[in-house]
Nanobody
């Protein structure tokens, strides 16, 4: 059974930093692309960042570009999201997801590209 577990959420003041971690277990294939999405209260889930299976490609939503960094860990199917210069509008539940066979030029922004999802971790940024 595949499990996706996010950790690292919490409460931080505006301008602060936080690092989210994600680990995928139950997969024998370590070549999944990975992504982060978020859902703010009263809003639709939105794409945040994604990374290819080998870390060679990274993608960001415009509203986090330059502030967030996605990276892969040394352990297979682990990924991190380093968030800096956080703003109150970054408050959301953050979800990690794995995409076994992404295809298409903008696969990363579409949640249907991802087969496995975590339960989410809450990030709250106070003003």
């Amino acid at each position: 059974q595949v499990q996706v577990v996010e950790t690292g959420g919490g409460l931080v003041q505006a301008g602060g930093s936080l690092r989210l971690s994600c680990a995928v277990s139950g997969r024998t294939d370590s070549s999944d692309a990975m992504g982060w999405f978020r859902r703010a209260p009263g809003k639709e889930r939105e794409f945040v960042a994604a990374i290819t299976w080998n870390g060679g490609g990274t993608y960001y939503a415009d509203n986090v570009k330059g502030r967030f960094t996605i990276s892969r860990g040394s352990a297979k199917n682990t990924v991190y999201l380093q968030m800096s210069s956080l703003k109150p509008e970054d408050t959301a539940v953050y979800y990690c997801a794995a995409a076994p066979m992404p295809h298409g030029s903008v696969w990363y922004i579409h949640d249907y590209s991802y087969s496995y999802w975590g339960q989410g971790t809450q990030v709250t940024v106070s003003s």
